[in-house]
């Protein structure tokens, strides 16, 4: 496959041509800078018909499939083999660009009193705790192009108590353009964005659910 080879250039050779860099001094390499490539956020703000909640939310350092924590930006070969696109990751690993990106849509979607991260030194009332299930660009298919996967398994649950409330699947996939890194990165974005928006949606309607069950039973017991 041409253009893949053209994205695909062998990790040995790359390992070699900075072993020989190495040799010849640090300051006169004649590698290629590294590229960074990152992500952006654009969930769609809550629908009107759907009111929000007056409880926070806090997103868990996500945990992350085997292979994905790392700022690799990770591929799949057609023989199922796991690689990475040479000279070019995410500003952070996975799991951490995964948490950035769950609390700027939550945040978006103006259905929560505040959105924290894990990092936060505020309490909240609900946690949200995720594992990166896949992040890659697929090739498996035999294509010319990738096609980029993004699964997000996820846990809501109540911070007192520790009482799970809900787990859902998040996921989403977006074909590549063209089989550049430009177009797999924007792929990525796509597919990734379309995660986030299923997220963002079952997670508000786990608490409302959940909300309106307990509201239910204080009633019954009055």
Not at 91 to 108: G, K, M
Not at 128 to 154: H, M, N, W
Not at 201 to 216: F, G, I, M, N, S
Request: hydrophobic share 40%; with cysteine.
């Amino acid at each position: 496959m041409k253009s893949q080879s053209a994205l695909l250039r062998p990790v040995a050779a790359v390992v070699l041509g900075l072993t020989a860099a190495g040799c010849s001094g640090l300051f006169h390499s004649g590698a290629r800078p590294e590229q960074v490539y990152f992500l952006r956020a654009s969930a769609a703000p809550r629908e009107a018909d759907r009111p929000a909640v007056e409880s926070s939310v806090r997103v868990g350092h996500p945990q992350a499939q085997p292979g994905l924590d790392s700022p690799r930006i990770v591929l799949v070969q057609s023989d199922r083999r796991m690689s990475f696109y040479t000279g070019s990751r995410w500003p952070a690993p996975v799991p951490a660009l995964v948490e950035t990106l769950a609390v700027e849509t939550l945040r978006a979607s103006g259905s929560w009193k505040s959105v924290e991260d894990s990092a936060s030194p505020f309490p909240s009332d609900y946690i949200l705790q995720i594992v990166v299930r896949r992040f890659e660009a697929d090739y498996t298919s035999g294509g010319a192009v990738p096609q980029v996967y993004v699964k997000l398994d996820c846990i809501i649950g109540r911070r007192e108590g520790r009482e799970v409330i809900a787990s859902f699947v998040a996921e989403g996939s977006s074909a590549a353009a063209r089989n550049r890194l430009g177009d797999v990165v924007a792929a990525f974005e796509s597919a990734a964005n379309a995660a986030l928006r299923s997220l963002s949606d079952h997670a508000l309607e786990a608490v409302q659910t959940a909300a309106e069950r307990k509201a239910a039973e204080h009633q019954a017991t009055r």
